[in-house]
């Protein structure tokens, strides 16, 4: 199974949920399923997820609040 374009599943989740085709759908659960399995591995393996580290110079402006 090829991946999946995460533009493509931003795109999916931007549109009206009446919308959604059955096939985007599909695409959407392929991926996360995909996801959960990799996480599992990874998980299994002892491999801890990589923290991200927040931008240092962040302001309340950039948030919009």
Do not use: C
């Amino acid at each position: 199974m090829k991946q999946v374009d995460p533009l493509s599943l931003e795109a999916i989740f931007n549109k009206n949920p009446n919308e959604i085709t059955d096939e985007e759908r599909d695409r959407v659960i392929a991926y996360y399923r995909e996801e959960r399995l990799n996480w599992k591995h990874d998980e299994a393996n002892g491999k801890k997820p990589a923290k991200k580290k927040a931008p240092s110079n962040l302001t309340i402006e950039d948030l919009g609040l």
